[in-house]
């Protein structure tokens, strides 16, 4: 059986739609987003729409585990700051390495001026490497199109 080589973009793999939630939040409002949009991140923003931080679902459980009251916290209190993003024409390799050489699981996708244009996870990578090996499939950058943003 042969397959047909297709041509796609980082972009092609990338959730697009990216939930987020504002700086001031609480807990409980950041854990209903995600149960809501079945992620296991969010992104915050601030006053003026800019990306500032990542809250995942195990930052959460973190701090449910030392026994403190999530009540007491805004999404600013735990959310990570320092979010490694690639370029729109990063190849799946480079993502994957990175994933290897970092104990991250999720990498932002920023387009040409910086802005957050998608989210890749490590476990879809993983999977994709696994069962790209049964197909003819060829990663070149496309140019992107966003329909909708959600920040």
């Not at 939040?25 to 949009?37: E, F, I, T």
Request: aromatic share 10%; with cysteine.
């Amino acid at each position: 059986m042969q397959f047909e080589k297709r041509s796609f973009s980082i972009l092609d793999i990338a959730m697009r739609e990216i939930v987020t939630c504002n700086e001031d939040d609480s807990l409980s409002r950041v854990a209903q987003l995600m149960v809501d949009n079945w992620v296991s991140s969010v992104f915050v923003v601030n006053n003026e729409g800019n990306v500032v931080g990542i809250i995942t679902d195990g930052a959460i459980f973190r701090l449910i585990a030392r026994e403190e009251d999530p009540r007491q916290y805004k999404a600013k209190d735990i959310m990570f700051r320092d979010i490694i993003t690639v370029s729109e024409d990063t190849s799946i390799d480079e993502i994957k390495d990175l994933f290897e050489k970092t104990k991250i699981k999720r990498v932002g996708v920023v387009d040409k001026n910086g802005k957050l244009i998608g989210v890749i996870s490590k476990k879809w990578i993983d999977g994709f490497k696994r069962y790209a090996r049964y197909y003819n499939i060829e990663l070149q950058p496309t140019s992107p199109q966003i329909k909708s943003e959600r920040y």
